[in-house]
C-alpha cells in the first residue's frame, strides 16, 4: 500500500485490508518511483502477477495509469482520476476492491462459457448440415436457442 496519510492510519487501514507491506507519508512522485520499483521487480518473475494501483486525487493519476489495473475511489475521486482509471468504485469503500475482482473473475468464467458453448453448437451444427442432416431451418432454430441459453447464463454473474 503506498499512501501520503501518516503511519498510524496507514497501518490501521493495511490491517483493516490484510496488507503486510505498506508505505506511509509519500508524495506523489514517491508513490509513482515506488510503484516503477515493484513493476519492474514484477517483470523479472517467472509468474507475473497484476499489479494494481488505487486512488482518488488528482495526484494519484499517473500512478493510477501506469498500473496495469487503475483503480478510482468514485465519490471522492477527481474527475481525472476517475478519467484515468481502469476501474472505478463508486461508494468510495476499499472493501469492495476483493468484490469487484471476485465479480470480473466470474464474468470473465461466464463470458468463456458462452463463447465456448455457441462455437461448439453452431460447429455441430455446420458439420450436420454438411453431411445433410440438420436443414438450414433446424440451425437457426439452435442459433436462436443458443442465444437465448446465454443470456440467461449471462445473468448468472447478477446472483451473489
Request: proline share 2%.
Amino acid at each position: 500500500m503506498l499512501t501520503g496519510d501518516n503511519e498510524e492510519i496507514s497501518s490501521k487501514i493495511a490491517k483493516q485490508l490484510n496488507i503486510e507491506r505498506f508505505y506511509s507519508k509519500l508524495l506523489p512522485e514517491d508513490k509513482l518511483t515506488i510503484l516503477e520499483k515493484i513493476i519492474e521487480s514484477n517483470q523479472n518473475k517467472r509468474k507475473k502477477k497484476k499489479i494494481a494501483f488505487v486512488g482518488d486525487g488528482i495526484n494519484d493519476i499517473p500512478a493510477i495509469a501506469r498500473a496495469d489495473i487503475g483503480i478510482s475511489m468514485g465519490d471522492i475521486g477527481s474527475d481525472a482520476a476517475i478519467e484515468a482509471a481502469d476501474i472505478v468504485i463508486a461508494n468510495d469503500s476499499p472493501a469492495k476492491i476483493p468484490i469487484a475482482i471476485e465479480l470480473a473473475k466470474k464474468t470473465r468464467k461466464l463470458v468463456l462459457e458462452n463463447i465456448s458453448f455457441a462455437i461448439f453448437i453452431k460447429a455441430l451444427f455446420l458439420i450436420m448440415g454438411f453431411f445433410g442432416l440438420a436443414t438450414m431451418w433446424e440451425a437457426v432454430f439452435a442459433d436462436i436457442g443458443v442465444t437465448i441459453i446465454t443470456i440467461f447464463n449471462s445473468l448468472r454473474v447478477l446472483k451473489r
